[in-house]
């Protein structure tokens, strides 16, 4: 894991909008061009309306024209490592293959770092899509 990459999704944490929880989350990921995209939480207080980190960096990507993650940083506030909401794995399973690396690091310091298929065990992907597909469901 390149350190700029950490270092982006610190920056984007530092920008979070997170008036409510006051849990601050940067994400930056990376594409096979190199690119760097960063998103950061932005809370509502019509709760469940906000936008996770992660899910403002895909977002970011795609609008770039790219559409893998070749790895993935989060930065988030404690002293432990969090890792992504539940979606925000869907999300990030949809543009990863299972062997990226997934960064996770705590405002203390600390990191934790995985692959997107031991973030997200199991993923619902296009396999599982299609097959659903052409069961009958009788």
């Known amino acids: 894991m390149n350190e700029d990459l950490i270092e982006a999704a610190k920056s984007a944490r530092n920008n ?14 990376r594409t096979p ?6 998103g950061c939480n932005v809370e509502n207080v019509a709760y469940p309306e906000g936008t996770c980190a992660e ?9 770039a024209g790219e559409y893998e993650i070749t790895e ?23 543009f990863a293959k299972g062997n990226v690396l997934v960064t996770m690091v705590a405002a ?8 997107v298929a031991d973030l997200l065990p199991g993923a619902f992907d296009l ?12």
Do not use: W
Not at 16 to 22: E, G, I, L, T, V
Not at 108 to 115: A, F, L, P, Q, V
């Open 16 to 29: 979070a909008h997170a008036p409510y929880s006051k849990f601050y989350v940067g994400a930056a990921i």
């Open 127 to 138: 396999e599982r899509l299609n097959a659903g597909v052409t069961a009958t469901g009788s």
């Open 33 to 38: 061009s190199g690119a760097i995209f960063a």
């Open 108 to 115: 203390g310091g600390s990191k934790k770092t995985i692959t």
């Open 55 to 63: 899910a403002g960096a895909i977002a970011a990507m795609c609008l």
């Open 72 to 94: 993935v940083a989060v930065a988030a506030g404690g002293d432990e490592p969090s890792s992504p909401c539940g979606g925000c794995r869907q999300k990030i399973s949809e």
